[in-house]
């Protein structure tokens, strides 16, 4: 069975740095999208950005929430 420090490991492996790896992603396709002059492109790209950062600092604080958790029990 996994411990805490491997369970944190994979969740932020399998959640967090996927989506911050796509977000860039998406952040570059915009700013080549704005050098490109397709601006509106570059918005929805920015906009689902945003989004994916606002779920990912959610999921951070849940994370920290479970951690503060299982250190007081």
């Not at 967090?16 to 918005?43: F, N, P, Y």
């Amino acid at each position: 069975m996994p411990d805490r420090r491997s369970t944190l490991a994979l969740e932020l492996r399998d959640g967090l740095l996927q989506d911050l790896v796509a977000t860039s992603l998406m952040i570059e396709v915009a700013r080549r999208a704005l050098t490109d002059g397709t601006s509106a492109e570059a918005a929805e790209r920015l906009a689902t950005a945003a989004s994916t950062i606002q779920s990912d600092i959610e999921e951070v604080r849940r994370v920290i929430t479970r951690l503060q958790e299982r250190a007081a029990a």
